[in-house]
Each structure stands twice: as C-alpha cells, then as structure tokens.
Nanobody, 129 residues
Framework: QVQVVESGGGLVQSGGSLRLSCVAS?????????MGWYRQAPGKQRELVAS???????DYADFVKGRFAISSDNDKNMVFLQMSSLRPEDTGVYYC??????????????????????WGKGTQVTVSS
C-alpha cells in the first residue's frame, strides 16, 4: 500500500501564491505512473487541477492555466503545485492522487502489472478577497 501526504496549504490573500507538496511512500517497492492534484470546494464535486506523468507530460484544468504549475521529483516520489495569482474561487481542499503499480502474480503464478490509485487526506487552501 502507498501512503500519500500533502502539505503547504494555508490562508493567502487574493493575488498571492502558495506551493503545495505531496510525497508518496510505501513499505515495499512500487512504481509511480502519474501524480495529480485535485480540489474540492464546499458543496462541489472534486475536480482535477493538474497532473503529471512519470515522463513529465502535464495536463491542466482550463481554470488554472497560466497561473499554476505542476512539477515532480521522481527520485523522491514527490509532486508539487506552484499556485500564483490566487483567487477566492481557488479556495478548497486540495488532494494529491498517486497512480502507482507493482508486479503481482496471478492464480497461475504469471506476473502482471497491477495498478492502483492512492489519495492523500488533503490540505486546505483559503484565498481571501
């Protein structure tokens, strides 16, 4: 199992910046395929903010393009979200999701790649107007 922990949230004024961090860890070997940031505002569904694959390909929601930047440190199993020009509507709980996998054996002892997603508990970001 992979544990995911986010950090870096807080209270910031409109127009300000924050940098979120996320680290994945586990008791046995695992391979990370992709990492992403999602957010959930009160009364709304969780939505994708940005994601990055292990080879560095990135994807952003339209509402953060040009303001947020996602990056990763594959050696440390970490992903970061640099948030700039923050707006009150960016307020919410930001969650990190890690897509990972490892080799498992099926019922006839054939190896296969088993993929799973692990989520962190979230970090609160509040942007005041």
């Amino acid at each position: 199992q992979v544990q995911v922990v986010e950090s870096g949230g807080g209270l910031v004024q409109s127009g300000g910046s924050l940098r979120l961090s996320c680290v994945a860890s586990g008791s046995k070997f695992f391979s990370i395929d992709d990492m992403g940031w999602y957010r959930q505002a009160p009364g709304k569904q969780r939505e994708l903010v940005a994601s990055i694959t292990k080879d560095g390909s990135t994807d952003y929601a339209d509402f953060v393009k040009g303001r947020f930047a996602i990056s990763s440190d594959n050696d440390k199993n970490m992903v970061f979200l640099q948030m700039s020009s923050l707006r009150p509507e960016d307020t919410g709980v930001y969650y990190c999701k890690v897509g990972w996998g490892d080799l498992e054996m099926d019922y006839v002892a054939r190896p296969y790649y088993k993929r799973e997603d692990s989520w962190g508990k979230g970090t609160q970001v509040t942007v005041s107007s």
